[in-house]
């Protein structure tokens, strides 16, 4: 869709903005943009942790959202644009009239082949893995917003799927109707669990709407009825958020999720508005939060990349893979 088209939704420095970011719009409200891994796999071939523990192959793996422009929190550790941020305003609940799942997905695989032509000539380039990679076959359902926002978020999966691809669909959890709804599971689930308690979660989260703590907590009752694998992600701010691991625990094992992954806050976007390099913690601080969180759930370590400042927990002896690594 043209900007004229999206400047009648959003503020056209919005879209600016975005575009200086190299986002590639989507129709009206979805977007694709180039995680940093792909730059790595192809140039370095240096994969990411998706790679490392479940098999997704880097260079194959297609960043997206559905809701671009459109979520229930303004967390002070996300790297997208908010409400405020830099004097731009948008109403970030006034959801539009939705794309369709298909023109979305067909959108998106031919944004992902616009940022992929920018690797030909570029003779470092891994020939065989971008020969690969215009054949996306993994779908991060993650990039910005809460993807449960967009009303077809199942019809969405389904059409992924329907391409072979393989689907990560990452939630904040305040929605709980929509996961409930789902005419298809993710490969894999996502929930985004960034407090131990109500109080820190309204400082770190900041929800925009009603009793969002509480429709949290309805998805964490709900995890267990999913036949995919599950993930509990904690995004992990230093001097904000890594305590209280007892009280993790219990809302963990209310959800039994599959994995734990607790992730390091990385200080980049426009995250670096709201929170100082210093709130970013180092691995050694994530590994020890990691083996407190273990103490406390019973779940084991059973990988981890350093790179990413991620440790992977669970009650597996090895995760779950999904391509050849």
Same mark, same amino acid.
Request: a positive charge; charged letters at 25%.
């Given at each position: 869709?043209?900007?004229?088209?999206?400047?009648?939704?959003?503020?056209?420095?919005?879209?600016?903005?975005?575009?200086?970011?190299?986002?590639?719009?989507?129709?009206?409200?979805?977007?694709?943009?180039?995680?940093?891994?792909?730059?790595?796999?192809?140039?370095?071939?240096?994969?990411?942790?998706?790679?490392?523990?479940?098999?997704?192959?880097?260079?194959?793996?297609?960043?997206?959202?559905?809701?671009?422009?459109?979520?229930?929190?303004?967390?002070?550790?996300?790297?997208?644009?908010?409400?405020?941020?830099?004097?731009?305003?948008?109403?970030?609940?006034?959801?539009?009239?939705?794309?369709?799942?298909?023109?979305?997905?067909?959108?998106?695989?031919?944004?992902?082949?616009?940022?992929?032509?920018?690797?030909?000539?570029?003779?470092?380039?891994?020939?065989?893995?971008?020969?690969?990679?215009?054949?996306?076959?993994?779908?991060?359902?993650?990039?910005?917003?809460?993807?449960?926002?967009?009303?077809?978020?199942?019809?969405?999966?389904?059409?992924?799927?329907?391409?072979?691809?393989?689907?990560?669909?990452?939630?904040?959890?305040?929605?709980?109707?929509?996961?409930? @709804? $789902? &005419?298809?599971?993710? %490969?894999?689930? +996502?929930?985004? #669990?960034?407090?131990?308690?109500?109080? /820190? !979660?309204?400082?770190?989260?900041?929800?925009?709407?009603?009793?969002?703590?509480?429709?949290?907590?309805?998805?964490?009752?709900?995890?267990?009825?999913?036949?995919?694998?599950?993930?509990?992600?904690?995004?992990?701010?230093? @001097? $904000? &958020?890594?305590?209280? %691991?007892?009280? +993790?625990?219990? #809302?963990?094992?209310?959800?039994?999720? /599959? !994995?734990?992954?607790?992730?390091?806050?990385?200080?980049?976007?426009?995250?670096?508005?709201?929170?100082?390099?210093?709130?970013?913690?180092?691995?050694?601080?994530?590994?020890?939060?990691?083996?407190?969180?273990?103490?406390?759930?019973?779940?084991?370590?059973?990988?981890?990349?350093?790179?990413?400042?991620?440790?992977?927990?669970?009650?597996?002896?090895?995760?779950?893979?999904?391509?050849?690594?």
């Amino acid at each position: 869709m043209e900007s004229d088209a999206l400047e009648t939704l959003v503020p056209p420095s919005l879209i600016q903005a975005l575009k200086k970011q190299r986002y590639h719009f989507v129709g009206q409200h979805s977007a694709v943009k180039r995680c940093r891994w792909l730059y790595e796999t192809l140039i370095h071939d240096r994969s990411c942790y998706k790679q490392k523990f479940y098999g997704i192959k880097t260079h194959q793996c297609l960043q997206m959202t559905p809701t671009l422009f459109y979520c229930t929190q303004q967390c002070l550790f996300c790297w997208r644009i908010q409400s405020g941020d830099s004097e731009v305003t948008w109403d970030e609940m006034k959801l539009p009239r939705w794309d369709s799942p298909e023109e979305i997905v067909e959108g998106s695989i031919k944004a992902q082949l616009a940022i992929l032509s920018g690797y030909k000539g570029n003779p470092k380039t891994n020939k065989q893995k971008l020969k690969e990679a215009i054949k996306p076959k993994h779908a991060a359902i993650s990039l910005t917003g809460e993807p449960t926002l967009y009303k077809p978020i199942g019809e969405l999966i389904q059409a992924f799927h329907r391409r072979e691809f393989t689907t990560f669909l990452v939630s904040n959890g305040t929605v709980p109707s929509a996961l409930a @709804k $789902l &005419n298809e599971d993710p %490969t894999q689930l +996502y929930i985004s #669990l960034c407090a131990p308690d109500k109080e /820190t !979660y309204k400082q770190i989260c900041r929800p925009q709407i009603p009793k969002a703590w509480e429709k949290i907590n309805d998805t964490l009752q709900l995890l267990p009825s999913f036949k995919c694998p599950t993930v509990i992600r904690i995004t992990s701010v230093h @001097k $904000l &958020n890594m305590r209280k %691991t007892a009280a +993790y625990a219990k #809302l963990i094992e209310k959800a039994n999720p /599959t !994995y734990i992954e607790p992730k390091a806050y990385m200080h980049v976007g426009f995250s670096r508005l709201r929170l100082t390099y210093e709130n970013m913690p180092s691995y050694k601080e994530i590994l020890e939060f990691a083996r407190q969180l273990a103490e406390d759930t019973g779940y084991k370590i059973i990988n981890e990349s350093k790179e990413s400042r991620v440790v992977l927990l669970s009650r597996l002896e090895k995760a779950i893979r999904f391509a050849d690594g």
